[in-house]
């Protein structure tokens, strides 16, 4: 027993010589973290943003044009591009604002409060570019389908055709189902990591918030 507490009083002492970090140092280096990682959201944003009105402009001809008149789809697709374009630059936006209120607080709380609001901010622009690709994809399958000469005998199905087209509507489903999987799995890589750090970080503050509440 008389070891035991030699043992323990040896312990404390080593304790007392450990450098010790105070809840402003901590909070400082949880608020460098968090805008590093709010930097990188806004970075990959802009980098998105820039890939797809580079691959807009490359694919803008006449050819292209001329489908999308076939299709029935040249004006909704304006439309729809105009709507992108607007909501993805008001993302953009919030970001570099979160980015810019994160860098600035001096209140634990109200840094956990922006962490929060960039974690809604990205979840948000997730669920609009997955809903918008969903839209657009079963626009294109639905003119397709409707205008398309190839798919002439799929718009008046009789008889052994009957067969073939929910073999056709089948397939369809499943491309779609493919697309939104494949842009999901790429924001959930893209930003997940992100975010789960950001996480981490609000836990970190919250249990300093509730060490100084006592």
Not at 125 to 134: A, D, H, K, S, T
Not at 146 to 172: C, K, Q
Request: aromatic letters at 14%; glycine letters at 2%.
């Amino acid at each position: 027993m008389k070891e035991l507490e030699l043992l323990k009083k040896d312990w404390k002492k080593q304790e007392v010589n450990l450098p010790r970090l105070d809840t402003s140092a901590i909070k400082n280096m949880v608020q460098s973290r968090s805008s590093s990682l709010t930097k990188w959201i806004l970075i990959i944003a802009i980098l998105e943003f820039l890939f797809w009105t580079v691959l807009g402009i490359i694919t803008s001809n006449d050819d292209n044009f001329q489908k999308f008149k076939d299709l029935h789809i040249y004006e909704l697709n304006i439309v729809l591009s105009v709507v992108q374009y607007t909501v993805t630059l008001g993302f953009i936006y919030f970001f570099f604002r979160n980015y810019k209120l994160i860098s600035t607080q001096d209140s634990t709380r109200a840094l956990m409060k922006n962490i929060l609001r960039v974690r809604r901010t990205v979840n948000a622009y997730v669920v609009f570019n997955l809903v918008f690709i969903f839209v657009i994809t079963c626009m294109v399958v639905a003119a397709t389908l409707m205008y398309h000469p190839d798919f002439e005998s799929f718009r008046h199905p009789t008889g052994e055709e009957t067969a073939n087209f929910w073999v056709v509507l089948a397939i369809m489903a499943g491309f779609i189902i493919v697309i939104l999987a494949v842009f999901w799995g790429f924001y959930k890589l893209l930003y997940g990591i992100l975010l789960r750090r950001l996480r981490l970080n609000y836990k970190e503050l919250s249990k300093l918030e509730f060490k100084n509440q006592k």
